[in-house]
C-alpha cells in the first residue's frame, strides 16, 4: 500500500507561488504515472496536472499552463507541483495521486492511490 503525502500548501496572495510536494512512502514511486487533482468548496474534483514514470511526458490543464509545472524525483521519491502567478480561482485542496502503469494520466478514475490533500489559498 502506498501512502502518498502532501506538503507546502499556505496562503499566498494573488500572483505569487508555492510549491506543493508529495511524498511516496515506498520505491515502486518510479513505476507509477503521478498527478496533482484539485477541488474548491462547491466544485468536484478536476485535473490539475500530471508526469509519466520518466518524466518525459507532462500534461496540465488550460487553466493552469504556463503557471504551473510539474516535477519529479525517483531517487526521492517526490512529486512536485510550482505553481506560479496564483489567482484566487486556484484556490482549493490539492491531491496528488498515484497511478500504477506509469503512464501520465488524465482521468482521476485511473489513479488508485491518494494523498489526504493541503489546501491553497490565494487572496485577491
Known amino acids: 500500500q502506498v501512502q502518498l503525502v502532501e506538503s507546502g500548501g499556505g496562503l499566498v496572495q494573488a500572483g505569487g507561488s508555492l510549491r506543493l510536494s508529495c511524498a511516496a512512502s515506498?520505491?515502486?514511486?518510479?513505476?507509477?504515472?503521478m498527478g496533482w487533482f484539485r477541488q474548491a468548496p462547491g466544485k468536484e474534483r478536476e485535473f490539475v496536472a500530471a508526469?509519466?514514470?520518466?518524466?518525459?511526458?507532462?500534461y496540465y490543464v488550460d487553466s493552469v499552463k504556463g503557471r504551473f509545472t510539474i516535477f519529479r524525483d525517483n531517487a526521492e521519491n517526490t512529486v512536485t507541483l510550482q505553481m506560479n502567478s496564483l489567482k484566487p480561482e486556484d484556490t482549493a485542496v490539492y491531491y496528488c495521486?498515484?497511478?500504477?502503469?506509469?503512464?501520465?494520466?488524465?482521468?482521476?478514475?485511473?489513479?488508485?492511490?491518494w494523498g489526504q490533500g493541503t489546501q491553497v489559498t490565494v487572496s485577491s
Open positions: 508526469i509519466s514514470w520518466s518524466g518525459g511526458n507532462t
Open positions: 515506498e520505491g515502486t514511486f518510479s513505476t507509477y504515472g
Open positions: 495521486a498515484g497511478a500504477p502503469g506509469g503512464v501520465a494520466e488524465l482521468r482521476s478514475d485511473v489513479y488508485k492511490y
